[in-house]
């Protein structure tokens, strides 16, 4: 018992920082989408070094571990399990999103320089950004079904005891 609290301990925290770099994103879009050409690269070349080197491999801890692990430790557990394995679910789907849509844009944008930008780069950016926008949700969802899980096994009238 002590070992399952201490695993979805883990795995909230560790959902909640996989969120927080697509929550980081979102954030930046109104701002990023009003860059020219020039500065959008510069600043997407330069600053996410963290987000792929940090953020990538906690990601992947999340999505292929965790989750997995704590899906699997609720499985007799009804109704925790369920919303456990939905937000399982939610951020899976969400690293589905990073490989299918923001990760061949990633490749796209690392071999542009300042000087030669392609005529289309702002699909390029349009689906880098909104495919964070995605992830975000997804994640978002992910973990408010992470929290449920933990909401539906708790009394609803849990009594204080005095010592």
């Known amino acids: 018992m ?6 979805r301990f883990i795995t909230i925290v560790l959902a909640a920082l996989t969120m927080g770099t697509a929550f980081a994103h979102t954030l930046e879009l109104p701002a990023k989408m009003n860059y020219n050409a020039s500065l959008y690269t510069t600043i997407s070349q330069s600053l996410y070094w963290g987000f792929g080197h940090i953020g990538g491999p906690i990601e992947g801890i999340t999505v292929f571990l965790a989750a ?20 399982t679910g939610c951020f899976a789907l969400a690293f589905i999103v990073f490989l299918a849509f923001t990760e061949p844009m990633n490749r796209e944008i690392f071999q542009w320089s300042i000087e030669s930008v392609p005529a289309d780069w702002t699909r390029v950016r ?3 950004e909104y495919s964070h926008v995605a992830r975000f949700i997804l994640q978002s969802i992910g973990l408010c079904a992470f929290e449920i899980s933990l909401l539906v096994e708790t009394p609803a009238t849990a009594q204080l005891t005095r010592h």
């Open 68 to 87: 997995p692990l704590l899906s699997f430790l609720v499985r007799k557990q009804r109704p925790a399990f369920w919303w456990t394995l939905a937000g």
């Open 126 to 128: 349009n689906q880098w």
């Open 2 to 7: 002590m070992f399952l609290r201490i695993w």
